[in-house]
């Protein structure tokens, strides 16, 4: 399968971001969805996952109740919605797939290219 992940942009300190990711070449149901972050200097971080089929969810604490993951199967993508945004939200993102229902990224077998988020104070 293949990801892209867009949405990304430069935002202010509560704003809100909605970010995509769209597969081709297989169905995401077939996969646990996941969305992680990477800012300089820090290793990629578990941010948000959704099993595409029951729509089960789980997020990172420091999301917890600002952000949500969503998915659309017909569309064949998954979303991340970032409401309350704060400057240490500032990352690039990228959305995953996994035949592991896990949130540690050397697990996930398919990545997409990553979409730059920065939130200003």
């Known amino acids: 399968v293949q990801l892209q992940a867009s949405g990304g942009g430069l935002v202010q300190a509560g704003d809100s971001l909605k970010l995509s990711c769209a597969a081709s070449?297989?169905?995401?149901?077939?996969?646990?969805m996941g969305w992680f972050r990477q800012a300089p200097g820090t290793e990629r971080e578990f941010v948000a996952r959704?099993?595409?089929?029951?729509?089960?969810?789980s997020y990172a604490d420091s999301v917890k109740g600002r952000f949500t993951i969503s998915g659309d199967n017909a569309k064949n993508a998954v979303y991340l919605q970032m409401n309350s945004l704060k400057p240490e939200d500032t990352a690039v993102y990228y959305c995953?797939?996994?035949?592991?229902?896990?949130?540690?990224?050397?697990?996930?077998?398919?990545w997409g290219q990553g979409t730059l988020v920065t939130v200003s104070s």
């Open positions: 959704i099993d595409s089929v029951s729509g089960s969810t």
């Open positions: 995953a797939a996994a035949f592991l229902w896990t949130t540690t990224a050397r697990q996930y077998r398919y």
């Open positions: 070449g297989r169905s995401l149901s077939g996969y646990y």
